[in-house]
């Protein structure tokens, strides 16, 4: 069964500074997909970036970026120009690319809450 | 377009009560996820529903159960809730099961707190 770890429970970053935020998966899977979630005090989980597990290239939305380390089972999250709106809980997550069944699902790591110090 | 909706935004019960949360979908999304965030847990799988069906179901008792219903709308049934029932119940869909960007819309979640 495929697991996702994120291993930081807590980060502080000064705003405009940078910051990485870790995760590790295992899985046996060759073709999956990977997500970074970002969850508010509103609550509501928004994407932040999602990686194909076939493309070699890191994912880029604006000033978030990811390290995909595929032979490592690393996914790693960089937040660059630290705004006070980053604040919130990130989620890592995978999701197996075959159709249907058990699969379909994402699983998520435990978060890491994210401080934006002014 | 209007995202993920869920109802309640709180519900309140005590031990041995039903709770009963429900979701809408985003138009034309097909495929219904439900997950509970407990405290220090993280998001745990709970149910999967696509086109009416009951897909896929997490390491949860029976006593949680739903359904989806023709407009794709789904309904979450807690039964006989126990204290550790409390938490974040999430609700995301996506336009079908076999949707190829993998992305997951969610809803803003029901607290259940269950004293």
């Known amino acids: 069964a495929q697991t996702v770890t994120q291993s930081q429970p807590e980060m502080s970053v000064q705003e405009a500074e940078t910051v990485t935020l870790s995760c590790t998966y295992d899985t046996s899977e060759s073709d999956y997909y990977l997500f970074w979630y970002k969850q508010p005090p509103s609550r509501q989980m928004i994407l932040v970036i999602r990686?194909?597990?076939?493309?070699?290239q890191n994912a880029t939305e604006n000033r978030f970026s990811v390290n995909f380390q595929k032979a490592a089972k690393s996914f790693s999250l960089k937040i660059s120009d630290s705004q006070l709106g980053d604040a919130a809980m990130y989620f890592c997550a995978y999701r197996s690319e075959k159709y249907g069944g058990a699969t379909n699902k994402l699983i998520f790591g435990t978060g890491t809450l994210l401080a934006v110090q002014p | 377009e209007a995202g993920v909706t869920q109802s309640p935004t709180h519900l309140i019960k005590t031990r041995g009560q039903q709770a009963t949360l429900r979701c809408s979908p985003i138009?034309?999304?097909?495929?219904v996820y439900w997950y509970q965030q407990a405290l220090g847990l993280g998001l745990q799988f709970l149910l999967w529903?696509?086109?009416?069906?009951?897909?896929n179901r997490g390491n949860f008792p029976p006593r949680f159960s739903g359904r989806q219903f023709p407009n794709y709308s789904s309904e979450l049934n807690v039964n006989a809730l126990e204290l550790e029932d409390s938490a974040l119940y999430l609700c995301a869909s996506s336009r079908d099961g076999q949707s190829r960007t993998g992305e997951l819309f969610f809803g803003e979640g029901s607290r259940l707190t269950v004293l």
């Open positions: 138009s034309g999304h097909t495929s």
């Open positions: 990686q194909e597990a076939y493309k070699q």
């Open positions: 529903y696509d086109e009416g069906e009951e897909r």
